[in-house]
C-alpha cells in the first residue's frame, strides 16, 4: 500500500479502514472497484454490488447551487460506480440533510432531479430518509446485481493493453471553472449520465476500469499504483477533451490540459482493452451504438506520460491529487497551484 | 393517507416520495416496513433488506458528542431497521462528513464505535465514503437478506393481538433528558443494541413489527394509522420501562410516561403477537434465552389507551409527535410542551 497511500485520500481512506475486517461475502479488495461486490449467501449465479457516495463538499464550495442538478447528480454519482463494475441497477436509497429555510418549491426540484436521473439509468427510488440540518447535504446508496464471477475490477491491467474512455472528457472541470473561476458564471451544459449501458459491454472485454469521477489525471494515477504499470497519452488526450470544454477552458486562459487534471471529473469510464479483444469490443460497442475514445496505451512503467508544448512529460500525478484533497481553501488557490505546475512544465523544468 | 398525513413526519416524507414510481422488484409498500424489501430477480429464496440512515440532527442538538457513540448509533440505527423486518444482516456502507477541525483520535474512536457496533450485530463495513465538510455527520446503508415470503410488516395486525416490547423502554429518552435537560450532565449508560436475533424469531410469530426509534408512542401511532386499530397499555407499560430511566426521569421531575413520549427512542422492537401464536412464540423466545415484556393489546378502535394518575386516557398522540417535527427550537420548549400535555392530563381535561 505504500506507492497508495502517498496519495493524501488514499491514506485517509487506508487510516479510516484499517481497523475493519473484510466480511467473508466480500469479494473485491478495498480500492480494489468502484463498487462493493459482496456474494448473496444462498443465491448462486448472483452478486451484489452496493456503493455510497454523498453530495456535500460540492454543495459547500458553490460548485452545485440548483437543487435540480444536486438530484441528479445523488443519483448519477452512484450510479456510475455501479456502471464501472458492470453492473445492472436495481435502485437507490437517498439520504437528505435539508436546512430548515429549503423552499418547498427547491425541495420539488430536489426531488425532480432524483426522479430523472433514476429515469435516464432505468431505476427507482427504493427508499430514503430524511433530517433537519444545514448545509443542504444528500447522499445515495446504489444497489446493482452483477452475474456471479464476472467482477470488473481496477486491477487487472496489463503492458500492451489499450486505453480507453467511454466518452469525451473535460466537462466536469470546466463547469466547475464556469461556475467558480469565470468572474461572472458562464451557461454550461452538465448533466453525466452514468455509463451504465456501456458498462455492461465493458465487462466483458476490459482488464480494469474505473470512473472519471475525481478527474481523469486522478483516476489513471490510482489505475497506476493499483496495476504497477504507467499510461502513455500521447497526443491523443487533446481528441479526447469535449469541444464546449476546450472553448471554455481557453476563455478562461486555463491550459486545456488541466481539464484532466482537475479533481471534478466526468462520470466517463476509464478502461484498458487487451489487444486481442479489441476488436470484438469494437464490434459490440457498435452494435449498442456507442463509440468509444481511444486515449492512449499502457506501459510497463508506473508513469502517465503525455505530449504538452511538444514535448512528453511523465506528470507528476502525486503533486496534482494531493494538491486537491489538501485544499479546503478557495478554489482561487487550487487554480493557482495547477497553473504553477503547467509553468514548470512550460519551463521544461521536469522533462523527462 | 388520510390518517398517516397528519402526522408532520409522513406528510414531509409522502411528498418528497410522491412523485416516484415504485420499483417492480419491491415488496413493501411506501411506509410499510422498517426496511425496505426487493427481491432479487434471478435469485430464487431469497429477498434484499435495506435501509438508510444518517446521524445529524442528534449531533446538531449535542445529544450525541462522543465520536465512539456516534459510530455506534450509526451502525444500530441501521441494523435496528433490519432487526424490524427480520432481516440478518450483510453488513453496512457508511459515509462521513469529517469536519477539519475533527481530530485524529476523535476519528480513531468514531471507526472504533462502528467496528464495536459491527462486532456487537456479528456484521462488517462493506465499504464507505468521506467528505470534507461541517458540521459532523454520518450516515449508514444497512444491507440484510430475509428468506423469500416472510416479509415481517408493520400492517397486519388485528383486535385481540397481545403488544409486546423486546425489551425495556425509557433508556431512549431518559439518556436525552440526562444530556440535554439537566442542568449539569448526568452520568446515564445509553447504548442500545439492534434487537436482530430476536427479530429473526419474532418474523414467525408477529403480526406487525416497528422498532421504537422515535419513541414508543410515534411508533404505537403509526401502527394505529398503519392498522386502523389502537393499543391499550392499561398499567402494563409502567413495568416495562427500565429502572435507570425510571429513576433519571423522577430526578429530573419528568413525569415517567413521558419516556415513552419523547421522541429519541431505544431501538426495541414493538410487536403484536396473535393469541393462537403466542405459547409458541414464548417457547421459542425462551429458547434462545431472551424474555418479551408484554405492553398491552390491540383494540379495534383507532386510539392508545392508558393508565395514568389513576384514570384511563386515550392519549392525543398526534399532538405528541407534531411537536417533534415541529421543534427545531431548543429542547426546553420541546420539554415544556410535553409538560403542558401532562398537566392537562392532570387536569382531567381530556379524560375519556
Redesign the interface.
Known amino acids: 500500500m505504500l506507492m497508495l497511500d502517498r496519495i493524501r485520500e488514499n491514506e ?2 487506508n ?3 484499517k ?5 467473508p ?2 469479494v473485491n479488495a478495498l480500492h480494489g472497484s468502484d ?2 461486490i ?1 456474494r ?7 452478486t ?1 454490488a ?5 453530495i ?2 460540492e454543495i ?1 464550495t458553490g460548485l452545485y447551487t440548483d437543487p435540480w442538478l444536486i438530484g441528479w447528480m445523488t443519483v448519477m454519482v452512484n450510479m456510475s460506480d455501479l456502471a464501472a463494475v458492470g453492473a445492472s441497477p ?2 437507490i ?5 435539508i436546512p ?1 429555510d429549503f423552499s418547498a418549491e427547491s ?1 420539488e426540484r430536489l ?2 432531479g ?2 430523472d436521473a ?1 429515469t435516464a439509468c432505468g ?11 444545514s ?1 443542504l ?1 444528500t ?1 445515495g ?1 446504489g ?1 446493482g ?1 452483477l452475474p456471479e464471477g464476472s467482477l470488473l475490477s481496477r486491477t487487472e491491467c496489463a503492458k500492451g493493453d489499450r486505453l480507453y474512455t467511454s466518452g469525451y472528457l473535460g466537462d466536469g472541470n470546466a463547469f466547475a471553472a464556469s461556475r467558480l473561476i469565470a468572474k461572472t458564471p458562464l451557461p454550461y451544459t452538465y448533466q453525466p449520465v452514468a455509463r451504465l449501458r456501456e458498462g455492461s459491454v465493458v465487462r466483458h472485454f476490459a482488464s480494469c476500469c474505473m470512473d472519471s469521477s475525481d478527474g481523469v489525471l486522478a483516476t489513471l494515477d490510482q489505475l497506476m499504483r493499483l496495476n504497477g504499470c504507467g499510461f502513455s497519452l500521447g497526443n491523443v488526450w487533446e481528441k479526447a477533451l469535449s469541444p464546449q470544454s476546450v472553448r471554455t477552458s481557453l476563455e478562461l486562459g486555463i491550459p486545456p490540459w488541466l481539464l484532466l487534471a482537475g479533481e471534478h471529473g466526468e462520470f466517463e469510464l476509464i478502461f484498458t482493452i487487451p489487444p486481442s479483444r479489441e476488436k470484438a469490443f469494437l464490434d459490440e460497442a457498435a452494435n449498442i451504438g456507442w463509440a468509444p475514445l481511444r486515449l492512449g496505451d499502457v506501459i510497463p512503467t508506473p508513469e502517465i506520460r503525455m505530449f504538452l508544448y511538444d514535448y512528453e512529460f511523465a506528470i507528476d500525478t502525486e503533486e496534482i491529487r494531493n494538491l486537491g ?1 489538501s485544499s ?1 481553501g478557495p478554489i482561487e488557490k487550487y487554480l493557482k497551484s495547477l497553473l504553477e505546475i503547467d509553468f514548470r512544465l512550460r519551463q521544461g523544468r521536469t522533462i523527462v
Open positions: 485517509l481512506i487510516s479510516l479502514a481497523i475493519f475486517p473484510r466480511s461475502y466480500q463498487s462493493e459482496i448473496i449467501p444462498g443465491a448462486s449465479g448472483q451484489l452496493a456503493t455510497i457516495d454523498t456535500a463538499e459547500r436495481i435502485g436509497l437517498v439520504s437528505e440533510i430548515p425541495r426531488q425532480k432524483i426522479l433514476c431505476t427507482f427510488v427504493l427508499g430514503g430518509d430524511t433530517n433537519a440540518g448545509p447535504s447522499g446508496c444497489l446485481l484533497s479546503l
